[in-house]
């Protein structure tokens, strides 16, 4: 693991910690978090590696609502780093910002 790698799980944490506390409380946060460590052995700090499981689960739990749910989160991960956002119809996902973050694909972005 980088220090980027590092840097990209602690942000994506925090980010994630928050949108969901934002959104759905922080008790459904826990328990989205606690069930994704027990069934999946996904820690909390480590979303970035497989984020797809989280996103899977919230559409189990909160079904199409989670779209959105991903949506916000991007949006506010783009603008934790200072980035311009890709417009709403492009869709842009997580799995496609941390490619852009882990390539150091930012030029696009400000």
């Known amino acids: 693991m980088t220090p980027n790698d590092s840097f990209l799980d602690m942000m994506l944490y925090q980010c994630v910690d928050q949108t969901l506390t934002d959104l759905l409380g922080g ?4 328990t989205i978090f606690d069930y994704l460590e027990r069934n999946s052995g996904l820690a909390r700090t480590e979303i970035s590696k497989r984020p797809n499981e ?3 689960l919230l559409e189990v739990a909160i079904g199409k609502t989670s779209a959105m749910v ?6 506010n991960l783009y603008l934790k780093l200072g980035w311009k956002c890709p417009n709403s119809e492009s869709k842009a996902s997580l799995t496609n910002f941390i490619k852009l973050t ?3 694909t930012t030029s696009n972005h400000h």
């Open 70 to 75: 991903e949506q916000i989160l991007v949006e």
């Open 102 to 104: 882990k390539e150091g």
């Open 54 to 56: 989280l996103f899977d």
């Open 27 to 30: 008790r459904v946060k826990e």
